[in-house]
Protein backbone atom coordinates (compact mmCIF):
# COMPACT_ATOMS: atom_id res chain seq x y z
CA UNK A 1 0.00 0.00 0.00
CA UNK A 2 1.68 3.17 -1.26
CA UNK A 3 1.07 6.28 0.92
CA UNK A 4 2.63 9.57 -0.42
CA UNK A 5 3.44 12.19 2.80
CA UNK A 6 4.32 15.46 2.97
CA UNK A 7 5.62 15.17 6.84
CA UNK A 8 5.78 13.13 9.45
CA UNK A 9 2.86 14.11 11.65
CA UNK A 10 1.17 10.70 11.88
CA UNK A 11 1.82 8.87 14.86
CA UNK A 12 2.78 5.81 12.82
CA UNK A 13 5.67 7.40 11.38
CA UNK A 14 7.03 8.51 14.56
CA UNK A 15 9.66 5.22 14.66
CA UNK A 16 11.60 6.85 11.88
CA UNK A 17 12.22 10.09 13.50
CA UNK A 18 12.63 8.34 17.44
CA UNK A 19 16.78 8.47 18.09
CA UNK A 20 16.01 6.97 21.42
CA UNK A 21 16.75 3.69 20.53
CA UNK A 22 15.41 2.50 24.45
CA UNK A 23 12.26 4.11 23.50
CA UNK A 24 11.58 2.00 20.40
CA UNK A 25 12.68 -1.10 22.34
CA UNK A 26 9.64 -0.64 24.44
CA UNK A 27 7.41 1.05 21.56
CA UNK A 28 5.30 -1.83 20.97
CA UNK A 29 4.79 -3.36 25.21
CA UNK A 30 3.73 -6.02 26.10
CA UNK A 31 4.58 -7.19 22.90
CA UNK A 32 7.95 -7.50 21.85
CA UNK A 33 9.80 -3.81 20.47
CA UNK A 34 10.27 -2.87 17.13
CA UNK A 35 13.89 -1.49 15.75
CA UNK A 36 14.76 0.10 12.37
CA UNK A 37 16.64 -1.95 9.52
CA UNK A 38 18.22 0.63 6.73
CA UNK A 39 19.00 -0.26 3.24
CA UNK A 40 17.75 -3.05 0.96
CA UNK A 41 20.50 -5.62 1.98
CA UNK A 42 19.91 -5.01 5.80
CA UNK A 43 16.02 -5.71 5.28
CA UNK A 44 16.31 -8.61 2.43
CA UNK A 45 18.59 -10.09 5.46
CA UNK A 46 15.66 -9.72 7.99
CA UNK A 47 13.09 -10.72 5.95
CA UNK A 48 14.85 -13.68 5.29
CA UNK A 49 15.52 -14.68 9.07
CA UNK A 50 11.96 -14.47 9.31
CA UNK A 51 11.25 -10.86 10.79
CA UNK A 52 8.06 -9.12 10.26
CA UNK A 53 7.49 -5.79 8.75
CA UNK A 54 5.69 -2.92 10.49
CA UNK A 55 6.05 -0.39 7.53
CA UNK A 56 8.49 1.11 4.65
CA UNK A 57 9.80 4.34 4.35
CA UNK A 58 11.18 4.83 0.98
CA UNK A 59 12.43 7.55 -1.43
CA UNK A 60 9.89 7.40 -4.55
CA UNK A 61 12.61 6.19 -7.45
CA UNK A 62 13.21 2.55 -5.15
CA UNK A 63 9.90 1.89 -5.32
CA UNK A 64 10.26 0.70 -8.43
CA UNK A 65 13.78 0.22 -8.32
CA UNK A 66 16.24 -1.39 -5.69
CA UNK A 67 13.17 -2.01 -2.90
CA UNK A 68 10.67 -3.50 -5.55
CA UNK A 69 11.29 -7.31 -4.51
CA UNK A 70 11.14 -6.01 -0.71
CA UNK A 71 7.82 -4.02 -1.41
CA UNK A 72 6.38 -7.49 -3.42
CA UNK A 73 7.71 -9.40 -0.34
CA UNK A 74 5.87 -7.27 2.27
CA UNK A 75 2.55 -7.28 1.19
CA UNK A 76 0.02 -4.70 2.35
CA UNK A 77 1.89 -2.80 4.81
CA UNK A 78 2.08 0.67 5.10
CA UNK A 79 4.88 1.97 1.95
CA UNK A 80 5.57 5.69 3.17
CA UNK A 81 7.12 7.32 0.18
CA UNK A 82 8.28 11.04 -1.42
CA UNK A 83 11.47 12.44 -3.40
CA UNK A 84 14.43 12.30 -1.43
CA UNK A 85 14.73 16.02 -1.00
CA UNK A 86 11.38 16.08 0.93
CA UNK A 87 12.43 13.03 3.37
CA UNK A 88 15.57 14.29 3.65
CA UNK A 89 13.52 17.82 4.99
CA UNK A 90 11.44 15.49 6.73
CA UNK A 91 13.23 13.34 8.58
CA UNK A 92 16.45 15.46 8.97
CA UNK A 93 18.57 13.28 7.40
CA UNK A 94 19.82 11.56 4.27
CA UNK A 95 17.99 8.21 3.66
CA UNK A 96 20.55 5.14 3.45
CA UNK A 97 20.50 4.07 0.01
CA UNK A 98 16.90 5.22 0.23
CA UNK A 99 14.84 2.54 2.12
CA UNK A 100 13.99 2.18 6.05
CA UNK A 101 11.98 -0.66 7.53
CA UNK A 102 10.84 -0.93 10.95
CA UNK A 103 10.16 -4.33 12.14
CA UNK A 104 9.17 -6.19 15.29
CA UNK A 105 11.85 -7.84 17.35
CA UNK A 106 11.67 -11.85 17.77
CA UNK A 107 11.91 -13.30 21.39
CA UNK A 108 15.71 -13.86 22.30
CA UNK A 109 16.62 -17.19 22.58
CA UNK A 110 18.12 -18.17 25.88
CA UNK A 111 21.59 -18.65 26.40
CA UNK A 112 21.07 -22.44 27.15
CA UNK A 113 19.49 -23.15 24.18
CA UNK A 114 22.24 -21.14 22.45
CA UNK A 115 25.01 -23.06 24.23
CA UNK A 116 23.39 -26.69 23.32
CA UNK A 117 24.51 -27.63 19.87
CA UNK A 118 27.16 -25.21 19.85
CA UNK A 119 31.21 -25.68 19.42
CA UNK A 120 32.15 -22.17 19.29
CA UNK A 121 30.77 -19.21 20.91
CA UNK A 122 31.71 -16.07 21.05
CA UNK A 123 30.65 -14.09 24.60
CA UNK A 124 31.16 -9.94 25.00
CA UNK A 125 31.40 -8.41 28.45
CA UNK A 126 30.21 -4.91 28.48
CA UNK A 127 30.76 -3.71 25.00
CA UNK A 128 28.74 -0.88 24.79
CA UNK A 129 30.23 0.90 21.29
CA UNK A 130 27.59 -0.13 18.79
CA UNK A 131 29.74 0.00 15.85
CA UNK A 132 31.98 -2.31 17.69
CA UNK A 133 28.85 -4.70 18.43
CA UNK A 134 28.05 -4.69 14.76
CA UNK A 135 31.54 -5.39 14.08
CA UNK A 136 31.83 -8.26 16.06
CA UNK A 137 28.37 -9.57 14.95
CA UNK A 138 29.56 -9.42 11.38
CA UNK A 139 32.35 -11.23 11.93
CA UNK A 140 31.04 -14.03 14.07
CA UNK A 141 29.22 -14.67 11.44
CA UNK A 142 31.49 -14.78 8.62
CA UNK A 143 34.32 -16.51 10.30
CA UNK A 144 32.91 -19.53 12.00
CA UNK A 145 31.22 -18.92 15.43
CA UNK A 146 27.86 -20.49 16.11
CA UNK A 147 26.61 -18.28 18.50
CA UNK A 148 27.16 -14.53 20.34
CA UNK A 149 26.00 -14.12 23.75
CA UNK A 150 26.10 -10.73 25.30
CA UNK A 151 26.17 -9.80 29.24
CA UNK A 152 23.21 -7.84 30.17
CA UNK A 153 25.59 -4.55 29.92
CA UNK A 154 26.27 -4.80 26.16
CA UNK A 155 24.76 -2.45 23.53
CA UNK A 156 21.77 -4.20 21.47
CA UNK A 157 22.93 -5.65 19.00
CA UNK A 158 19.41 -4.65 16.95
CA UNK A 159 20.32 -0.54 17.47
CA UNK A 160 20.48 1.07 14.06
CA UNK A 161 24.13 2.10 14.23
CA UNK A 162 24.80 -1.99 15.08
CA UNK A 163 22.66 -3.35 12.52
CA UNK A 164 24.04 -0.66 9.51
CA UNK A 165 27.54 -2.11 10.48
CA UNK A 166 26.69 -5.34 10.89
CA UNK A 167 25.35 -5.15 7.27
CA UNK A 168 22.32 -7.20 8.13
CA UNK A 169 24.90 -10.92 9.63
CA UNK A 170 22.84 -9.95 12.99
CA UNK A 171 20.14 -11.93 11.61
CA UNK A 172 22.43 -14.42 10.34
CA UNK A 173 24.27 -15.65 13.71
CA UNK A 174 21.93 -17.06 16.57
CA UNK A 175 22.42 -14.48 19.49
CA UNK A 176 21.03 -13.61 23.27
CA UNK A 177 22.34 -12.25 26.17
CA UNK A 178 23.43 -13.98 29.83
CA UNK A 179 20.60 -12.57 31.73
CA UNK A 180 20.14 -15.51 33.95
CA UNK A 181 23.79 -16.45 34.51
CA UNK A 182 25.74 -12.77 34.94
CA UNK A 183 27.56 -12.32 37.12
CA UNK A 184 29.54 -15.71 37.42
CA UNK A 185 29.04 -16.34 33.64
CA UNK A 186 32.32 -18.05 33.07
CA UNK A 187 31.00 -21.08 35.72
CA UNK A 188 28.12 -21.07 33.50
CA UNK A 189 29.88 -21.64 30.58
CA UNK A 190 31.77 -24.39 32.01
CA UNK A 191 28.91 -26.58 33.11
CA UNK A 192 27.95 -26.17 29.51
CA UNK A 193 31.26 -27.77 28.44
CA UNK A 194 33.26 -25.33 27.26
CA UNK A 195 36.80 -24.36 27.09
CA UNK A 196 37.29 -20.68 28.17
CA UNK A 197 39.29 -18.80 26.51
CA UNK A 198 39.77 -15.05 27.90
CA UNK A 199 41.48 -12.14 25.30
CA UNK A 200 43.81 -10.58 27.65
CA UNK A 201 47.32 -10.37 28.25
CA UNK A 202 49.14 -12.28 31.40
CA UNK A 203 52.14 -13.56 32.38
CA UNK A 204 50.50 -16.88 31.31
CA UNK A 205 48.71 -15.73 28.19
CA UNK A 206 48.81 -18.06 25.70
CA UNK A 207 49.34 -17.51 21.64
CA UNK A 208 46.50 -17.74 19.63
CA UNK A 209 47.50 -20.15 17.21
CA UNK A 210 48.19 -22.82 20.33
CA UNK A 211 46.69 -25.95 19.25
CA UNK A 212 45.01 -26.69 22.30
CA UNK A 213 42.46 -24.17 20.73
CA UNK A 214 41.62 -25.00 17.89
CA UNK A 215 41.67 -29.04 18.88
CA UNK A 216 39.09 -27.97 21.94
CA UNK A 217 35.94 -29.80 21.25
CA UNK A 218 33.55 -26.54 22.29
CA UNK A 219 35.63 -23.32 22.91
CA UNK A 220 34.19 -19.76 24.40
CA UNK A 221 35.72 -16.68 23.11
CA UNK A 222 35.51 -14.03 25.62
CA UNK A 223 36.02 -10.16 24.52
CA UNK A 224 36.25 -7.18 26.96
CA UNK A 225 35.39 -3.88 26.44
CA UNK A 226 37.70 -0.98 24.15
CA UNK A 227 38.79 0.75 26.99
CA UNK A 228 39.58 -1.49 30.06
CA UNK A 229 38.97 -4.83 28.70
CA UNK A 230 37.70 -7.95 30.61
CA UNK A 231 37.17 -7.64 34.23
CA UNK A 232 40.03 -9.59 36.28
CA UNK A 233 37.34 -11.63 38.02
CA UNK A 234 36.33 -12.84 34.35
CA UNK A 235 39.76 -13.39 33.19
CA UNK A 236 40.81 -15.05 36.64
CA UNK A 237 37.58 -17.44 36.24
CA UNK A 238 38.51 -18.48 32.46
CA UNK A 239 40.51 -21.44 31.71
CA UNK A 240 43.40 -19.88 29.34
CA UNK A 241 44.00 -16.07 28.19
CA UNK A 242 44.88 -15.59 24.93
CA UNK A 243 46.67 -12.83 23.24
CA UNK A 244 47.08 -12.19 18.96
CA UNK A 245 51.26 -11.26 18.90
CA UNK A 246 51.75 -7.99 18.08
CA UNK A 247 54.18 -5.94 15.90
CA UNK A 248 56.33 -2.61 15.90
CA UNK A 249 55.72 -1.99 19.77
CA UNK A 250 51.72 -2.27 19.22
CA UNK A 251 50.29 -3.49 21.96
CA UNK A 252 47.08 -4.68 20.54
CA UNK A 253 44.06 -4.17 18.35
CA UNK A 254 40.92 -2.50 18.06
CA UNK A 255 38.07 -5.21 19.60
CA UNK A 256 36.66 -5.28 16.39
CA UNK A 257 39.68 -5.79 14.55
CA UNK A 258 41.05 -8.55 17.14
CA UNK A 259 37.38 -10.47 17.07
CA UNK A 260 38.01 -11.05 13.68
CA UNK A 261 41.25 -12.56 13.91
CA UNK A 262 40.59 -14.55 17.29
CA UNK A 263 37.08 -15.99 15.19
CA UNK A 264 39.33 -17.29 12.09
CA UNK A 265 41.90 -18.18 13.95
CA UNK A 266 40.19 -20.14 17.09
CA UNK A 267 37.46 -21.96 15.05
CA UNK A 268 36.97 -25.59 14.90
CA UNK A 269 38.79 -27.65 12.75
CA UNK A 270 36.86 -30.04 10.47
Same mark, same amino acid.
Given at each position: ????????????????????????????????? /????????? @?? *??? %? $??????? +? #?????????????????????????????????????????????????????????????????????? /????????? @?? *??? %? $??????? +? #?????????????????????????????????????????????????????????????????????????????????????????????????????????????????????????
Amino acid at each position: MIIEIENLSAPELQPYLCTNETQLYHWNEPEQG /IFIAESPKV @IR *RAL %A $AGYQPVS +L #LCERKYISGQARDIIEQVGEIPVYTADSAVLTAITGFKLTQGVLCAMYRHELPSAESLCRNASRIAVLED /IMNQTNIGA @IM *RSA %A $ALGMDAV +L #LTPSCSDPLYRRSVRVSMGTVFQIPWGYLYDNAPDYVTFLKKQGFRTAAMALRNDTLGIDDKKFSSAERLAVILGTEGEGLKEETIQACDDTVKIPMFHGVDSLNVAAASAVAFWELRKRI
